[in-house]
Nanobody
Framework: QVQLVGSGGGLVQAGGSLRLSCAASGRFFTISGMGWYRQAPGKQRELVAG???????NYADSVKGRFTISRDNAKNTVYLQMNSLLPEDTAVYYC????????WGQGTQVTVSS
């Protein structure tokens, strides 16, 4: 079983930055992929960014060049640096981890005001 605890959300003006963190704990052998999804009101959950254990990354087109995902394998933690935030980035952000099964964090609200 894996528990994911995220932090770092909040309210920011357009053009600002936020950094999300998500730490995994519990009993597991190894965590392969980690990353972030988001869900805005009335919309489906969408992938924001993912990173493999070896550091291979992928991003949604809408965040390329603005967001950077990274991870610390020793700490079982994934980060999402979000720069040049736009109002359309407003959503609940969920971290995930693949460790045999897929696990999800509780979600953290990111609100970008115009």
């Amino acid at each position: 079983q894996v528990q994911l605890v995220g932090s770092g959300g909040g309210l920011v003006q357009a053009g600002g930055s936020l950094r999300l963190s998500c730490a995994a704990s519990g009993r597991f052998f190894t965590i392969s992929g980690m990353g972030w999804y988001r869900q805005a009101p009335g919309k489906q959950r969408e992938l924001v960014a993912g990173i493999s254990r070896l550091g291979i990354t992928n991003y949604a087109d809408s965040v390329k060049g603005r967001f950077t995902i990274s991870r610390d394998n020793a700490k079982n933690t994934v980060y999402l640096q979000m720069n040049s935030l736009l109002p359309e980035d407003t959503a609940v952000y969920y971290c995930y981890a693949n460790a045999g099964s897929s696990y999800w964090g509780q979600g953290t609200q990111v609100t970008v005001s115009s």
